[in-house]
């Protein structure tokens, strides 16, 4: 929908059934078609009323670097659709201040750091507990003032969507912005408008440049007039509590020139920059995997990554793509026609492929490693459980997360044939089956990092390598493949060649091994 429509409409609502048509009318537009789904009355009204808790948010705590955790509260998928498409509606109707570098379409950390580059005093303070600190109240007024002008009943509803019941430590409770909702970032930068406009006037006053990236405030100059109890930390502090929050006193620093000046993340000395650090990950990671190969680097990569990122990223890491993350971040900071960049990413190119990308298959696998390999990646040991459905499964402890391990019903059998496992209820759960290993392929127990339906990284147990299936093209005769094309077409000529059948030429014709069909993973370099 265009944005001058919905805010023409969203300026006309009055009662809660416009705003209902309104939402519903832009779910039609963005899916394309009149029969999309729609939110009913019920839904508005049921996720509207913080009060009522079940189903509206999940809780968990992430570590912060600089000690204790974040509280994030993730909507449902109910709620969580709803919102999306109210803050379609906010987006066309707010546009963030010029200070404001954090969640802004076109505005990222780059330019946070741009605006600071060069100078010799950068001032940093963070805001301390930004979303919960902005109460809903102040939300449902924000909504009644310009550019929103929302009616009553209107702002109403959309400060009991877009805030959550919090208790606090004396057993009270208090509706606030929720950080993790996607409505939240919109929500605070337009309850900042006035303090970005008077510490951009305080910056004017003390000659000073001036930004704020969500909770991180940053101010710089080349002369000195951050004095601790001076005129201008003095009237910062006063402004700041007026606008109901509080400086991070721990976060609040002075880096002069000579020092390593960091903005956001970035180095912002002469240039902006990323860290000699970043850069010197990407090329050890390239380095070991070009010369040791891919299990090795892997090795040092895993345990690492899930001890950062284990509590923030769900799911399993493929190393291409979180180095392929790091290189557009890079690409990013200091531009594609970089010397440094670019070599990386020349390296980063000779050494990866995409991966099955257009296979249609349910699963894909994507790396393998043996089940020794995989021990010594991890640095345990599996152990093997039975689920509630009396399902074998692995799991295995590393740097406190518990990676789930599903196991095939070939892979089950060798377990038990190699005394893997000895449990007499886990050996009663294997049902016996016969093991076909896949032509070229190599058997033994593998522990592949797959993919389902092109995502949804997981670990799996194999009686095979799945990853290795290619079939050796010299003793292929490519005109008995032209002949199964002319005689039973293009379709059967493919599944000819990618079901990984064995062939054997007698009197120039290939017959196929009994055996069964098998459907296979068809390497990237087919």
């Not at 929908?1 to 009662?15: C, D, F, G, H």
């Not at 979180?322 to 557009?328: F, H, I, P, W």
């Not at 490693?369 to 399902?391: C, D, H, M, P, W």
Request: aromatic fraction near 12%; include cysteine; glycine fraction near 6%.
């Amino acid at each position: 929908m265009e944005k001058n429509v919905i805010i023409k409409r969203a300026s006309n609502l009055e009662t809660k059934e416009d705003l209902l048509l309104l939402l519903n009318d832009i779910v039609k537009d963005e899916l394309g078609k009149d029969d999309a789904f729609s939110f009913s009355m019920k839904q508005l009204m049921y996720y509207c009323n913080p009060n009522n808790v079940r189903g509206r948010y999940s809780h968990f705590s992430i570590p912060k670097k600089s000690g204790g955790c974040r509280n994030i509260a993730v909507p449902s998928r109910g709620l969580g659709n709803l919102l999306h498409y109210v803050n379609i509606m906010l987006k066309a109707i707010y546009q963030p201040s010029d200070y404001a570098m954090g969640f802004v379409e076109g505005r990222c950390v780059v330019d946070n750091a741009m605006r600071h580059v060069g100078q010799n005093y950068i001032f940093n303070t963070d805001l301390e507990n930004f979303f919960p600190s902005i109460e809903q109240p102040r939300v449902w007024k924000r909504f009644q003032l310009s550019p929103f002008n929302f009616k009553r009943p209107i702002a109403n509803i959309l400060a009991g969507l877009c805030c959550i019941k919090e208790k606090n430590d004396d057993g009270s409770f208090i509706y606030v912005v929720p950080q993790g909702a996607p409505t939240s970032p919109l929500i605070t930068n337009s309850i900042c408008d006035v303090l970005d406009r008077r510490l951009n006037g305080l910056a004017r006053r003390f000659n000073l440049h001036y930004s704020r990236y969500a909770d991180d405030i940053t101010f710089s100059s080349m002369h000195n007039v951050y004095k601790v109890g001076g005129d201008f930390r003095t009237e910062l502090k006063r402004i700041v509590e007026d606008q109901h929050f509080r400086m991070k006193e721990s976060k609040t620093r002075l880096q002069k020139i000579g020092e390593r000046q960091e903005v956001t993340g970035l180095i912002v000395s002469s240039k902006v920059n990323t860290s000699a650090a970043y850069v010197a990950e990407i090329r050890n990671l390239l380095h070991i995997w070009e010369k040791y190969g891919y299990n090795e680097v892997y090795k040092r990569f895993y345990p690492k990554y899930k001890a950062d990122k284990g509590y923030i990223k769900k799911g399993e890491p493929l190393l291409e793509n979180v180095l392929y993350g790091k290189l557009q971040y890079l690409k990013m900071v200091k531009g594609y026609k970089d010397s440094v960049y670019a070599a990386l990413q020349a390296r980063y190119d000779r050494l990866t492929s995409p991966i099955n990308a257009s296979s249609e298959q349910k699963y894909d696998y994507l790396r393998s490693f043996t089940l020794a390999e995989f021990e010594e990646i991890v640095g345990n040991q599996i152990r093997y459980s039975l689920s509630k459905n009396g399902n074998l499964y692995g799991r295995v402890n590393l740097n406190d997360n518990d990676i789930i391990v599903s196991i095939t019903n070939a892979a089950k059998v060798q377990l038990v044939k190699n005394k893997i496992i000895t449990d007499e209820s886990m050996i009663a759960s294997v049902k016996t089956s016969k093991s076909t290993i896949p032509a070229n392929s190599r058997p033994g127990l593998y522990v592949v990092l797959t993919a389902k339906n092109g995502k949804s990284l997981f670990w799996m147990m194999t009686y095979y390598d799945p990853t290795v299936t290619d079939i050796d093209l010299s003793s292929v005769s490519v005109s008995e493949l032209v002949d199964i094309w002319e005689q039973e077409g293009i379709n059967a000529a493919i599944e000819a060649y990618e079901n990984g059948i064995l062939f054997k030429q007698d009197n120039k014709s290939f017959e196929k091994l009994k055996g069964g069909k098998q459907k296979f993973y068809r390497p990237s370099s087919f």
